[in-house]
């Protein structure tokens, strides 16, 4: 990663995980919908930079949100898996190719990108919304907080990544 | 022992892939299972700050609101005055809200009511002497109960909790229950275990019962919306909370002046 990439990710980082905890943890639309935007920051962490370090960074940012919303290690796990997952993501999404000429999330054609920010969310939100609740009793509950909750997050991610896009590329 | 470090360089990803997963799952159970979760909570001095200030610039919003709020308490309270005179209405008044009980004004930084487990960040801490298991109020009735403290700050875990168990009656006829959540909704909350001979009806007012060292006997909780029976024995009804759990800005704490004495003497009953 250059310095500039450092810089990006740092500030991505910071902005994001206050904005996830200032204002998109209280939208709560029709009671409980929240989008979670903050996956962002791994969804867009550079394709080429190492995996042991996302992996890392994905923990950490989970936490920092966990600790603000009083949730334990929810949203961690959520982000380490996802993390973790990535590169295979990656893989599916976009084929193998993505390793070798550096895949830009905005060069990409509409149907990959949305695939891979779908696969993205859903499993970061039923892993967190599983943990939360964590009750089976509660199966119902988690399917379809996952189901609003990852709508919602799809289209806000989309949006922001349209809004950001000139800068990006 | 070169094969083993080669394992581990060659797995590296997948073993601090487990090693994090495993951590943030002990901190997920720890949270579910211990009731006031000592590493990672909103009242340390970081996000404490940060939602402090948030809530500093969020509060105009909704001031003309929350002023209503404080006025129609406090011509409550004039009323009160006014009638002191009275000396039954003295006698009943130390009876209940007596000097047993001390309140401490606190302000609201961060409220979340959308979660199965939900709690409310205020900003008083252990500085100004709260501490855990004291009891939450606003001027309308119930909010919840103190969980964990730090110098200037304090979780409430408030009703609406699926962990919250707070002692409740029927306000005209003494027949206690438990007051659960069951996620649904956050305006409702359910009243547990009352005894099928209970007399109810839709609109009964609830009220905290006395049973608990935490709240005075007769803070408002809220009115009956609905009751069913449960397995022939006991009602389960829904309570309409009088609070707007969405809309908290001002909390009263209270402390139980005899609290330590109620609970030597439950303990010394227990050991005979």
Same mark, same amino acid.
């Given at each position: 990663?250059?310095?500039?990439?450092?810089?990006? #990710?740092?500030?991505?980082?910071?902005?994001?995980?206050?904005?996830?905890?200032?204002?998109?943890?209280?939208?709560?639309?029709?009671?409980?919908?929240?989008?979670?935007?903050?996956?962002?920051?791994?969804?867009?962490?550079?394709?080429?930079?190492?995996?042991?370090?996302?992996?890392?960074?994905?923990?950490?940012?989970?936490?920092?949100?966990?600790?603000?919303?009083?949730?334990?290690?929810?949203?961690?796990?959520?982000?380490?898996?996802?993390?973790?997952?990535?590169?295979?993501?990656?893989?599916?999404?976009?084929?193998?190719?993505?390793?070798? #000429?550096?895949?830009?999330?905005?060069?990409?054609?509409?149907?990959?990108?949305?695939?891979?920010?779908?696969?993205?969310?859903?499993?970061?939100?039923?892993?967190?919304?599983?943990?939360?609740?964590?009750?089976?009793?509660?199966?119902?509950?988690?399917?379809?907080?996952?189901?609003?909750?990852?709508?919602?997050?799809?289209?806000?991610?989309?949006?922001?990544?349209?809004?950001?896009?000139?800068?990006?590329? | 022992?070169?094969?083993?470090?080669?394992?581990?360089?060659?797995?590296?990803?997948?073993?601090?892939?487990?090693?994090?997963?495993?951590?943030?799952?002990?901190?997920?159970?720890?949270?579910?299972?211990?009731?006031?979760?000592?590493?990672?909570?909103?009242?340390?001095?970081?996000?404490?700050?940060?939602?402090?200030?948030?809530? #500093?610039?969020?509060?105009?919003?909704?001031?003309?609101?929350?002023?209503?709020?404080?006025?129609?308490?406090?011509?409550?309270?004039?009323?009160?005055?006014?009638?002191?005179?009275?000396?039954?209405?003295?006698?009943?008044? *130390?009876?209940?809200?007596?000097?047993?009980?001390?309140?401490?004004?606190?302000?609201?930084?961060?409220?979340?009511?959308?979660?199965?487990?939900?709690?409310?960040?205020?900003?008083?801490?252990?500085?100004?002497?709260?501490?855990?298991?004291?009891?939450?109020?606003?001027?309308?009735?119930?909010?919840?109960?103190?969980?964990?403290?730090?110098?200037?700050?304090?979780?409430?875990?408030?009703?609406?909790?699926?962990?919250?168990?707070?002692?409740?009656?029927?306000?005209?006829?003494?027949?206690?229950?438990?007051?659960?959540?069951?996620?649904?909704?956050? &305006?409702?909350?359910?009243?547990?275990?009352?005894?099928?001979?209970?007399?109810?009806?839709?609109?009964?007012?609830?009220?905290?019962?006395?049973?608990?060292?935490?709240?005075?006997?007769?803070?408002?909780?809220?009115?009956?919306?609905?009751?069913?029976?449960?397995?022939?024995?006991?009602?389960?009804?829904?309570?309409?909370?009088?609070?707007?759990?969405?809309?908290?800005?001002?909390?009263?704490?209270?402390?139980?002046?005899?609290?330590?004495?109620?609970? &030597?003497?439950?303990?010394? *009953?227990?050991?005979?």
């Amino acid at each position: 990663m250059q310095n500039n990439q450092i810089f990006i #990710n740092i500030v991505r980082f910071s902005v994001l995980m206050l904005l996830q905890v200032i204002v998109l943890n209280h939208i709560n639309f029709t009671g409980y919908v929240n989008p979670y935007a903050y996956l962002i920051f791994i969804l867009l962490f550079p394709f080429d930079a190492s995996k042991t370090l996302l992996i890392f960074l994905s923990f950490l940012l989970g936490l920092s949100i966990d600790i603000f919303s009083d949730s334990g290690g929810v949203h961690a796990a959520a982000c380490v898996l996802v993390g973790f997952l990535r590169p295979m993501l990656l893989k599916f999404s976009f084929g193998v190719s993505y390793q070798y #000429n550096a895949v830009k999330l905005n060069k990409v054609t509409f149907k990959e990108r949305l695939l891979y920010i779908t696969l993205m969310v859903f499993i970061h939100h039923f892993v967190l919304f599983s943990l939360e609740i964590f009750s089976p009793s509660h199966i119902v509950l988690i399917l379809t907080s996952t189901l609003f909750s990852g709508i919602f997050s799809v289209l806000l991610i989309l949006c922001i990544l349209l809004l950001f896009k000139t800068k990006e590329s | 022992m070169q094969q083993i470090i080669y394992f581990f360089i060659k797995n590296k990803n997948f073993l601090l892939f487990a090693l994090l997963f495993l951590v943030s799952f002990i901190l997920t159970l720890q949270s579910h299972s211990y009731h006031n979760s000592k590493l990672i909570s909103s009242t340390n001095f970081f996000s404490g700050k940060i939602y402090n200030v948030t809530s #500093n610039i969020t509060e105009y919003f909704d001031l003309k609101q929350q002023n209503k709020i404080l006025l129609e308490q406090n011509s409550m309270l004039l009323k009160f005055q006014a009638n002191s005179n009275n000396p039954i209405l003295q006698k009943a008044l *130390d009876s209940t809200l007596s000097k047993n009980f001390k309140f401490t004004g606190a302000r609201v930084i961060n409220n979340v009511y959308s979660k199965t487990n939900n709690h409310i960040t205020i900003d008083k801490g252990h500085n100004d002497s709260l501490e855990i298991d004291m009891g939450v109020i606003t001027s309308k009735g119930l909010v919840g109960i103190v969980n964990k403290t730090s110098g200037k700050y304090a979780r409430i875990q408030s009703v609406l909790n699926t962990k919250s168990q707070i002692n409740a009656q029927l306000k005209k006829s003494k027949h206690f229950g438990f007051l659960t959540w069951n996620t649904q909704n956050p &305006q409702v909350v359910q009243l547990t275990e009352i005894p099928k001979l209970a007399p109810i009806a839709i609109g009964d007012t609830i009220i905290t019962g006395g049973n608990s060292s935490i709240f005075p006997k007769g803070v408002l909780v809220g009115s009956v919306a609905n009751y069913t029976l449960q397995n022939n024995d006991s009602y389960t009804v829904d309570v309409r909370l009088f609070n707007d759990m969405t809309n908290l800005s001002h909390v009263y704490v209270i402390k139980n002046k005899n609290k330590q004495e109620i609970i &030597q003497l439950q303990l010394s *009953d227990d050991a005979e």
